[in-house]
């Protein structure tokens, strides 16, 4: 059982150090044309939980607009290319708050950008063979999408960042996460830095969001749509976004008993 009222606790109490940290890159202009933002960003658990704080400063309806969202994205993501869940129109709903991999995003050298799209495609390509065992073929263009280097991005002020700097910086993130004991591992190793994947099974318990991919991925591919997210997604639009509290294992021990 993830422990979350302790976990937000010890987040808060690191949030300073990571607004800090953040702060070091510098502040960026771009065409705000959300191309970068068609995936959820990899972030720490600390970032997660930021994001989540962020989230509940909201009025309920967007809350549960957002909640319906990430689980739609974790449900769906394996046969199209869903768009963040943060992203409004061309617009970032959380750019305050953002995770380190969107500030950082466009401020890379060519090289650097390379490099991560290269290891980006091999962790692809492990997915899709994951899905292959299952008897199920992705479709080409999410196994291999691949967001294009952005040449408009300007930091506002000063030098240009170099990678080495960008590396530091989100070696300090990871380290501040590392704080958080052994949820942050858990969050990279079993939700793979996934907030969709983590909120989803929050709600649903493991068993059931990971049955409840499947059977949408499928229904997709075979029929081109998919009514089963509907009824998902109004699970969670029957809770508020608490992240694990009472609401939502009253409204998982509901559906499992299903
Ligand atoms: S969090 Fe914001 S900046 Fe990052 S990918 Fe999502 S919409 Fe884009």
Request: proline share 6%.
């Amino acid at each position: 059982m993830i422990p979350w009222p302790e976990l937000h606790l010890r987040a808060r109490e690191l949030e300073p150090a990571l607004t800090e940290t953040l702060s070091r890159l510098p502040a960026t202009d771009c065409g705000r044309r959300g191309a970068c933002c068609a995936l959820l960003p990899p972030m720490t658990l600390l970032e997660a939980l930021r994001l989540g704080r962020t989230a509940m400063g909201w009025p309920i309806v967007d809350r549960l607009r957002l909640q319906c969202r990430l689980v739609e994205y974790f449900l769906e993501n394996a046969v199209r290319i869903p768009g963040c869940p943060f992203l409004e129109g061309t617009l970032c709903r959380v750019y305050e708050t953002r995770p380190y991999g969107c500030r950082a995003y466009g401020l890379w050298s060519g090289q650097a950008h390379e490099r991560q799209a290269r290891a980006s495609a091999a962790a692809k390509k492990a997915v899709h063979k994951a899905w292959h065992g299952l008897g199920i073929e992705l479709p080409r263009q999410v196994t291999h999408h691949r967001p294009a280097y952005c040449h408009q991005v300007r930091a506002r002020m000063g030098p240009p960042v170099s990678d080495q700097d960008l590396e530091a910086i989100g070696r300090e993130v990871r380290a501040l996460s590392a704080r958080l004991g052994p949820w942050d591992q858990e969050f990279q190793t079993h939700y793979s830095g996934d907030l969709g994947f983590m909120l989803t099974v929050a709600l649903l318990g493991m068993n059931t969001a990971l049955q409840a991919k499947v059977e949408v991925t499928r229904e997709i591919l075979g029929r081109g749509k998919c009514g089963i997210t509907d009824q998902w997604t109004g699970l969670a639009r029957a809770t508020v976004l608490g992240w694990g509290d009472e609401t939502s294992a009253t409204s998982r021990n509901r559906v499992q008993s299903r």
